[in-house]
T-cell receptor, first 115, second 109 residues
Framework: DGGITQSPKYLFRKEGQNVTLSCEQN?????MYWYRQDPGQGLRLIYY???????QKGDIAEGYSVSREKKESFPLTVTSAQKNPTAFYLC??????????????FGAGTRLSVL | EDQVTQSPEALRLQEGESSSLNCSYT??????LFWYRQDPGKGPEFLFT???AGEEKEKERLKATLTKKESFLHITAPKPEDSATYLC??????????FGAGTTVTVRA
């Protein structure tokens, strides 16, 4: 089945620790995204990538880092500089061809908590 | 800056009681308005895309409409399985979706 796989489903971070969230897609999509979701707020864009080996900061990139070495993979690292990392993290992807807005498809999410 | 406001924040319905959710938006150059459904602890599931004012889309008990300033998601004769959070998002450029905070719908049997 084609889709977006996020792992792990739950993740716990200790003080001062970096953690990495995995996102893999087999939809052959060019663009990939990371969002953060907090209760009562809309999804906020952390980073996005429209092509391999290139990515851009979103609205709340501070304390996060990403890489895009393969088309299928877009891992997100939550660094120790992110002081409030507890949230639900969502990965999405979409094709970039066509003139109209293309649909972003989402993974099942990773819930990150601080120990 | 793009803005998306959804109302109400929460909606409690009796099974069969039809209602509407609102998504008001401010964006320069709308390229698409998207509706998603999100169940607790899961990722958003795509429902509809609307591209221009006057457009309507339907899927089972859901119908989405679009004007130049807002979109409505109408739920006709809802069932308990329609309980979820419904998210609205607008796209104004090639890459970014701006999301509203969502409307949480609870349908009681």
């Amino acid at each position: 089945d084609g889709g977006i796989t996020q792992s792990p489903k739950y993740l716990f971070r200790k003080e001062g620790q970096n953690v990495t969230l995995s996102c893999e897609q087999n939809l052959n999509h060019d663009a990939m995204y990371w969002y953060r979701q907090d209760p009562g707020q809309g999804l906020r864009l952390i980073y996005y990538s429209q092509i391999v080996n290139d990515f851009q900061k979103g609205d709340i990139a501070e304390g996060y880092s990403v890489s895009r070495e393969k088309k299928e993979s877009f891992p997100l690292t939550v660094t120790s500089a992110q002081k409030n990392p507890t949230a639900f993290y969502l990965c999405a992807s979409k094709t970039v061809t066509g003139g109209r807005g293309n649909i972003q498809y989402f993974g099942a999410g990773t819930r990150l908590s601080v120990l | 800056e793009d803005q998306v406001t959804q109302s109400p924040e929460a909606l409690r319905l009796q099974e069969g009681e039809s209602s509407s959710l609102n998504c008001s938006y401010t964006v320069s150059g709308l390229r698409g308005l998207f509706w998603y459904r999100q169940d607790p602890g899961k990722g958003p599931e795509f429902l509809f895309t609307l591209y221009s004012a006057g457009e309507e889309k339907e899927k089972e008990r859901l119908k989405a409409t679009l004007t130049k300033k807002e979109s409505f998601l109408h739920i006709t004769a809802p069932k308990p399985e329609d309980s979820a959070t419904y998210l609205c998002a607008v796209q104004a450029n090639d890459y970014k979706l701006s999301f509203g905070a969502g409307t949480t719908v609870t349908v009681r049997a």
